[in-house]
């Protein structure tokens, strides 16, 4: 049987080496590995270069689905905020990570702008107007009218999609 969290933690080892940051994702599918990444953001310079991302991009695509309602996710540290929301929005059976941020924090730190680990989550919890990324509503019904098209040509359905049963 393959250690998939040995794998990940491998992966993300060989990453530091080449250059790159202390991140990797395995997602398994029926005890194979569907895809897998390191992240990939210092070789790109592509700010959604996260192993996640990477990864399930990589799995769905080779799918032919947005679903991984069938798979676990092995990820080295707590997913952050864009990568928890890509998980939830590809809804796999289950993450595992294998470190928490408090755990690496002490040998690790990546401060932005608008961006320290540490407070980023509390930031998604707060009204669009209090965030410190400065946001502005600006609504036009142009916009909303690219809504309107969609559920006219999808048969006046609301839903985008149907999630398989996992």
Not at 2 to 15: G, M, W, Y
Not at 61 to 86: F, I, N, Q, R, W
Not at 94 to 111: C, G, K, M, N
Request: aromatic content about 10%; glycine content about 4%; hydrophobic content about 35%.
């Amino acid at each position: 049987m393959t250690d998939f969290a040995q794998r990940t933690i491998d992966l993300a080892r060989q990453n530091v080496a080449e250059g790159g940051r202390p991140f990797a994702t395995v997602i398994v599918k029926d005890g194979e590995v569907l895809a897998e990444s390191a992240n990939k953001v210092a070789q790109t310079n592509d700010p959604t270069a996260h192993a996640e991302i990477l990864a399930i991009r990589q799995a769905c695509m080779k799918l032919g689905t947005e679903h991984l309602v069938d798979s676990t996710v092995y990820a080295l540290a707590h997913p952050c905020p864009m990568c928890l929301g890509s998980l939830y929005y590809c809804s796999p059976k289950e993450v595992i990570f294998l470190i928490a941020r408090e755990s690496y924090e002490q040998y690790y730190l990546d401060d932005r702008k608008y961006f320290e680990v540490s407070t980023f989550y509390d930031e998604f919890a707060k009204a669009w107007e209090r965030r410190r990324l400065p946001m502005r509503y600006q609504p036009r019904e142009a916009a909303v009218d690219v809504y309107r098209l969609w559920n006219e040509r999808n048969g006046g359905r609301r839903k985008a999609t149907t999630v398989p049963p996992g």
